[in-house]
């Protein structure tokens, strides 16, 4: 199975100018944890997740100010058990998915729980999630 079959392909994004408030509407609006920061041509130039907030003090704040750009990726084409252990390495809950350098999907722990094989996956990346002192997801 590859991350193609099990990402979420409709994913709002935001300019890196734009106020962390409009990231925070997604983040209700959409029930997720994690806004896309991009350029025009959907390039992706980092993530700002609930905790980038939180730890930023980022509410009154644009997005370039508060996003992680260290942000760790998946192309669609990417076995969904790499990917999955790419979550476990570094920690993460969501993968966004990249192909020809734009943003095209996310995965999240959320879409490989909705399969019964990926359960030790699961397990590798809650305990890895758990266990790190700085995470950024």
Do not use: W
């Not at 192309?75 to 192909?99: W, Y």
């Amino acid at each position: 199975m590859l991350v193609k079959d099990l990402m979420t392909t409709t994913v709002t994004s935001i300019p890196p100018d734009s106020p962390v408030a409009s990231a925070i509407k997604i983040m209700r609006s959409e029930d997720v944890g994690i806004v896309p920061v991009c350029d025009v041509q959907r390039h992706l130039l980092g993530v700002i997740t609930d905790r980038d907030i939180l730890m930023r003090d980022g509410f009154n704040k644009n997005a370039e100010d508060v996003m992680s750009t260290n942000v760790v990726s998946a192309a669609p084409k990417d076995d969904i058990h790499d990917a999955a252990l790419k979550m476990s390495q570094h920690g993460v809950r969501r993968l966004p998915v990249i192909e020809n350098e734009k943003l095209t999907g996310m995965l999240s722990i959320k879409d490989l729980a909705g399969k019964k094989i990926f359960t030790a996956e699961i397990g590798h990346i809650m305990y890895s999630i758990c266990n790190k002192k700085t995470q950024h997801d």
